[in-house]
């Protein structure tokens, strides 16, 4: 098995509010690499932050199905990458438990290394978290 990039994104409409997590896994380290899942939902109401960890979350957990090698996980939140490589403290209650799910499910892998982008570098991820919330919002 090869290794794997998580792109992840989450968001809430309004913070808090209704919120979404939206992710592409691709085979290798690049965003035009091969793209073995995609995935997106509605997780309620939540925090930015929340949102942002529970996509991160549901990344993880779908890559295991395709390696147990390197992982890198690529987020537009500066924050989340700061706080999980140690950079940050994280002082949120909420954020460390989170923060604390992440650090156990990298026990699946060889590596996780994390990697900041902006925004314009995970657009599939930001635009699966909009359909998510959009669908949702529309029932």
Request: aromatic letters at 6%; proline letters at 2%.
């Amino acid at each position: 098995m090869s290794g794997v990039t998580i792109f992840t994104d989450g968001g809430a409409r309004g913070n808090p509010g209704p919120a979404g997590i939206g992710g592409v896994i691709v085979r290798g380290d690049a965003q035009d690499g091969e793209v073995l899942e995609e995935f997106s939902s509605y997780i309620g109401r939540a925090t930015n932050n929340q949102a942002e960890y529970q996509a991160l979350l549901a990344g993880l957990d779908r890559a295991k199905k395709h390696t147990d090698e390197d992982v890198e996980c690529v987020l537009d939140s500066e924050l989340l990458v700061k706080q999980l490589t140690g950079e940050y403290r994280i002082k949120s209650p909420e954020l460390k438990k989170l923060a604390h799910q992440a650090k156990h499910l990298e026990e699946s892998f060889k590596s996780v290394t994390y990697r900041h982008t902006y925004r314009e570098g995970n657009e599939r991820a930001d635009a699966l978290v909009n359909e998510a919330l959009d669908k949702a919002l529309a029932s």
